[in-house]
T-cell receptor, first 115, second 115 residues
Framework: AQKITQTQPGMFVQEKEAVTLDCTYD???????LFWYKQPSSGEMIFLIY??????QNATEGRYSLNFQKARKSANLVISASQLGDSAMYFC????????????FGKGTMLLVSP | EPEVTQTPSHQVTQMGQEVILRCVPI?????FYWYRQILGQKVEFLVS????????KSEIFDDQFSVERPDGSNFTLKIRSTKLEDSAMYFC?????????????FGPGTRLTVT
């Protein structure tokens, strides 16, 4: 069974600073994908970034990068130059590559960005 | 940009009543999903749907739940006899049919309140 662990219930960061949100995972699958989603207070789920288990390079999308350490089974999200609009809940999720791509989510980390 | 839509945005119902949550996935997507998020908790997988049948379902998805694609555009989740613990945000998601396409596009959610 797959499992996602996010150990930080809340994080604080000042505007323009970088922040790392932790995510560790557990799976017996050789092929899998890792995701980060952002959920603002309005409730919608916004896709941020994806990392495949066989991708050799860390994924990057604008200010978001994923620090993928396969041996440690970690997939931390790094947000550079935080903005006030980054304040939200952030979820790490994993899916099997085979099958129907069901996502398993972690409990989330609430990020608050202060001026 | 195409998006997943969900109606209603908020549904209030009395315990024991039937509710139908509606979703319109992105038009060329063939994999459809329902997820649930109880307030303050993580997002949980309910069911996936492909080729007009359920492909996977979680333990949460018991006999009280059903899904249907009644026409070429809508994808519905029905709860036959709602319970207080069904109160949650329900997200619909869809995905393209290609192996290389990994991202699930989420709708804005329907907040279900059972009183």
């Amino acid at each position: 069974a797959q499992k996602i662990t996010q150990t930080q219930p809340g994080m604080f960061v000042q505007e323009k600073e970088a922040v790392t949100l932790d995510c560790t995972y557990d799976t017996s699958d050789q092929s899998y994908g890792l995701f980060w989603y952002k959920q603002p207070s309005s409730g919608e789920m916004i896709f941020l970034i994806y990392q495949g288990s066989y991708d050799e390079q860390n994924a990057t999308e604008g200010r978001y990068s994923l620090n993928f350490q396969k041996a440690r089974k970690s997939a931390n999200l790094v947000i550079s130059a935080s903005q006030l609009g980054d304040s939200a809940m952030y979820f790490c999720a994993m899916r099997e590559i085979q099958g129907y791509s069901t996502l398993t989510f972690g409990k989330g980390t609430m990020l608050l960005v202060s001026p | 940009e195409p998006e997943v839509t969900q109606t209603p945005s908020h549904q209030v119902t009395q315990m024991g009543q039937e509710v139908i949550l509606r979703c319109v996935p992105i038009s060329n997507h063939l994999y459809f999903y329902w997820y649930r998020q109880i307030l303050g908790q993580k997002v949980e997988f309910l069911v996936s749907f492909y080729n007009n049948e359920i492909s996977e379902k979680s333990e949460i998805f018991d006999d009280q739940f059903s899904v249907e694609r009644p026409d070429g555009s809508n994808f519905t989740l029905k709860i036959r006899s709602t319970k207080l613990e069904d109160s949650a945000m329900y997200f619909c998601a869809s995905r393209q049919p290609t192996v290389s396409s990994y991202e699930q596009y989420f709708g804005p959610g329907t907040r279900l309140t059972v009183t």
